[in-house]
C-alpha cells in the first residue's frame, strides 16, 4: 500500500510555470514507478508523463513534450512535474500515479496500469 498527496497546483497566466509535487508514503518508494494523469471535466482521462523507478526513463505524450518535465527524487519519496509554457488547455486536475514494478527501467502510459491515485490537485490556466 501506498498513499501519495499531490501539491503545488494553482491558478496561473498563460506562457506561465507551475511545478507539482507528488509525496509518497507506506512503501519503499523506489519500488514504484510513477506518473501523471490529468482530467479536465467532460473530458477523458489523459496521460501526462510517467517515469521509471530510478528516473533512468521518461514518457510523455506530443500534447505536451517539450514543456513539462516529470523528474522523482527517491530520497524524498516524493515525484515532481515541472510545467512550463502552460495554456488554458492544460486546465484540468492533476493526478499523481504510482504502480509496483521489478523493472527498473519500465514506464507505463496506461492508467488502467497504475495501482494508486492521489486525489487531485486543480491547475487553471488563465487566457
Known amino acids: 500500500q501506498v498513499q501519495l498527496v499531490e501539491s503545488g497546483g494553482g491558478l496561473v497566466q498563460a506562457g506561465g510555470s507551475l511545478r507539482l509535487s507528488c509525496a509518497a508514503s507506506g512503501r519503499t518508494f523506489s519500488n514504484y514507478a510513477m506518473g501523471w494523469f490529468r482530467q479536465a471535466p467532460g473530458k477523458e482521462r489523459e496521460f501526462v508523463a510517467a517515469i521509471s523507478r530510478i528516473g533512468s526513463s521518461t514518457n510523455y505524450p506530443d500534447s505536451v513534450k517539450g514543456r513539462f518535465t516529470i523528474s522523482r527524487d527517491n530520497a524524498k519519496n516524493t515525484a515532481y512535474l515541472q510545467m512550463n509554457s502552460l495554456k488554458p488547455e492544460d486546465t484540468a486536475v492533476y493526478y499523481c500515479?504510482?504502480?509496483?514494478?521489478?523493472?527498473?527501467?519500465?514506464?507505463?502510459?496506461?492508467?488502467?496500469?497504475?495501482?494508486?491515485w492521489g486525489q487531485g490537485t486543480q491547475v487553471t490556466v488563465s487566457s
Open positions: 500515479v504510482a504502480t509496483y514494478t521489478s523493472s527498473y527501467y519500465y514506464t507505463f502510459l496506461s492508467g488502467s496500469r497504475y495501482e494508486y
